[in-house]
């Protein structure tokens, strides 16, 4: 099939859509875990506000 690990990385001339897309992918991978965290961490702080909120409102009418 490749005679050598040249032919092998170049991909018959696709290598840089093969290896492009490998990248884009690896990244993406990389990166959801702590985009998806970030979100996470962003969701609870704006819960634990709300509650502070109607705490606060619960306390101030009585």
């Known amino acids: 099939m490749w005679n050598s690990p040249a032919e092998f990385f170049a ?3 696709y290598a840089l859509y093969v290896w492009s897309s490998f990248g884009a992918c ?11 965290r ?3 961490k962003a969701i609870v702080r704006r819960l634990k506000q709300e509650q502070l909120a109607e705490q606060f409102d619960r306390e101030s009418s009585q």
């Open 11 to 13: 991909m018959g001339g």
């Open 26 to 36: 690896a990244l993406v991978l990389l990166l959801e875990p702590l985009v998806v």
């Open 38 to 40: 970030a979100r996470f």
